[in-house]
C-alpha cells in the first residue's frame, strides 16, 4: 500500500487514506501488538475524528482494549503508553504536511516505535486481508475508554528541567496551530501567573487546516513570524513545532534561527551537569561541533543513522541519556524504559539550560558555529547504489568511511553524507568544511557526480 512509508503510515484524505482503510489499520495493529489496551491520540485535522474512530473500531473488533486520550501531541502518546502501561499507541496525524494529508504513527510498549524494519512491513500485510465488516468481527470485542493525560504529561515534560532563569524570560512561540499548544498552554499557565515568563503566542489554536503557515520548522518562510514576533518584542528566546508537536526550532534572541545541531550540542552540555560522562547521540549530518561540544563536557559522543526508529533503537541498546537530530527531534532518557522526542521537553530543558548558562542565547550558540555547512541538498539521479560505490572508490584513501547510513566519508578538514532517500531516488547531500572556500569546492565537485 503506497501509505505504509518508511516510519509511519500516511496519504492525502480520501483517496489515499479513508476510514476503511482506517479500519484495516486498527485492526491489524492491534493482531500484530496481541491485544491488550492500546492509546489513541489525534491531531486537529478535520478528517482526523473520521478516521480516528474507523481505527479505533478496528482495534476493538480485533479484540484490543481502547484507551483514547483526545487531541494530544504525539509525545503525549508515548507518555499514556508508559504511563498506562499499555501494550502500544498510534496517534493519527500527519505531522507537518498540509491540512489534506492524514496517518498514523505507531509504538509497541514502552512506546517503541514500530518502523518498516519494527513491525509495520506485517501491519501493511494482516491489514491487506482484513476485510471492512458491518458488525463486530470479535468474539469479545475490547472496551473503550476516554482518559485526560494532560496534567500529567506536563509534569512529565517539566522532569527534563524545569527552572527558569533568575530573572522573567520573554518568550515568543509559534505553534503553527499544531498540536503543541495544547500542552504549552497548560505548562506555561503556572509561570505566567508568577510573573516568571512573558509569552508572545503565535497560532497556539490548533487548526488542521493550518492556515497561517506550514507547521513546518525546517523551511526557513515557516520561521518568519516567530523571529518577526523576536524582533518586534525584543524576546530572550524564539521556538516553532511543528503539526504533532515531535519537533522544534529555536531561534535566537537576535532573531536568528539556531541549527539543530547546535542545539544538541548546547543542550548535551547541559544533560551531562546532570550525569557526568554520559553517551549522547547525534545525527551523522550535524556538525563536528556537536562532538567537540560534548568530548569537552566529559561525555561521549556517538553517531547515529537519521530516523526516529534508529536513533531510539541504538539510545536503549546503547544506555545515551540524550540524542538529537538536524531535522528538530530531540530525545529524552525520561526513565529506565521510557525513549522519546519530544519538543516541548526540548523548550523546557532550553530555558533550564539558559538558566544554567546565564547568557543570551547567541552567545551561547556562537562559538559553535565554527565550521561552513552546505545545507542538506537533494539531487535526483538514477542508480543510486551504483553511484554511491564509484564514490566510495574516489575517496578509498579517506581517514574515515562509513556506510552507516548511505555513505559518509570525513577528512581531516572536510566531511560529507549522500545518504538516499527512502520514498524517491533521490540523494540527499550534506557536507562541512573548515573554511567556506573549501566547502564551496568540495560541494561543487560532489554535485557534478549527482546527475
Known amino acids: 500500500m503506497a501509505v505504509f512509508k518508511a516510519y509511519d503510515i500516511r496519504g492525502t484524505v480520501p483517496d489515499q487514506l479513508n476510514p476503511p482503510l482506517a479500519y484495516q489499520v486498527g485492526f491489524a495493529t492491534a493482531r500484530f501488538l496481541s491485544g491488550g489496551r492500546l492509546v489513541v ?3 486537529a485535522r478535520s478528517h482526523s475524528p473520521e478516521i480516528g474512530d474507523a481505527l479505533v473500531r ?3 473488533d480485533a479484540g484490543a482494549s481502547v484507551l483514547d486520550i483526545g487531541l494530544v501531541t504525539t509525545p503525549m502518546v508515548y507518555y499514556a503508553v508508559e504511563a498506562r502501561g499499555a501494550a502500544g499507541g498510534v496517534m493519527v496525524t500527519a505531522s507537518h504536511n498540509p491540512g489534506n494529508y492524514n496517518g498514523f504513527k505507531i509504538c509497541r510498549e514502552h512506546a517503541i516505535p514500530v518502523g518498516e524494519a519494527s513491525g509495520l512491513k506485517e501491519i501493511e500485510a494482516i491489514a491487506g486481508n482484513v476485510a471492512v465488516p458491518d458488525a463486530p468481527l470479535a468474539p469479545d470485542p475490547g472496551s473503550f475508554d476516554t482518559n485526560n493525560v494532560l496534567e500529567g504529561y506536563v509534569q512529565h515534560a517539566l522532569g527534563v528541567g524545569g527552572r527558569l532563569p533568575a530573572q522573567p524570560i520573554k518568550v515568543a512561540i509559534d505553534c503553527g496551530n499544531g498540536m503543541a499548544g495544547v500542552p504549552l498552554a497548560a505548562l506555561l499557565a503556572a509561570w505566567e501567573a508568577e510573573g516568571r515568563i512573558v509569552v508572545e503566542r503565535l497560532y497556539f489554536e490548533p487548526d488542521g487546516t493550518f492556515p497561517n503557515h506550514e507547521a513546518d520548522p525546517l523551511k526557513i518562510e515557516n520561521l518568519a513570524d516567530v523571529t518577526a514576533a523576536v524582533k518586534r518584542t ?4 524564539g521556538v516553532a513545532f511543528d503539526g504533532d508537536g515531535d519537533r522544534a526550532v529555536f531561534v535566537d534572541e537576535q532573531g536568528n534561527p539556531v541549527s539543530s545541531d547546535l542545539t544538541t550540542a548546547l543542550l548535551a552540555r547541559h544533560q551531562l551537569r546532570v550525569t557526568p560522562h554520559g553517551l549522547v547521540l547525534y545525527d551523522l ?6 562532538a567537540e ?13 537519521v530516523g526516529h526508529s534508529f536513533v531510539k533503537a541504538q539510545m536503549r541498546e546503547s ?14 532518557r525520561f526513565s529506565a524504559e521510557l525513549v522519546a522526542d519530544d519538543a516541548v521537553a526540548a523548550f523546557v530543558a532550553v530555558l533550564a539550560m539558559l538558566a544554567d548558562e546565564g547568557a543570551p542565547l547567541s552567545q551561547l550558540v556562537d562559538p559553535l558555529r565554527r565550521y561552513h555547512p552546505s545545507g542538506e541538498i537533494n539531487r535526483t539521479v538514477e542508480g543510486i547504489d551504483a553511484l554511491l560505490s564509484d564514490i566510495e572508490r574516489e575517496h578509498a584513501g579517506a581517514p574515515t ?8 566519508v570525513s577528512y581531516d578538514d572536510w566531511w560529507f553524507n549522500l545518504r538516499p532517500s527512502n520514498t524517491e531516488p533521490v540523494l540527499r547531500l550534506n557536507l562541512e568544511a573548515g573554511s567556506k572556500e573549501k566547502m564551496e569546492a568540495e560541494r561543487d565537485r560532489l554535485l557534478s557526480r549527482l546527475v
Open 234 to 237: 525584543g524576546a530572550d528566546l
Open 285 to 290: 549530518r550535524s556538525s563536528r561541533a556537536v
Open 41 to 43: 491520540g489525534r491531531d
Open 401 to 408: 568511511i562509513s556506510r552507516l547510513d548511505g555513505l559518509y
Open 319 to 332: 544506555g545515551a541519556l540524550f540524542a538529537g537530530e538536524l531535522s528538530g527531534h530531540f530525545y529524552f
Open 58 to 60: 478496528g482495534m476493538l
Open 293 to 305: 561540544e560534548v568530548r569537552s563536557a566529559g561525555g561521549r559522543p556517538e553517531m547515529c543513522r
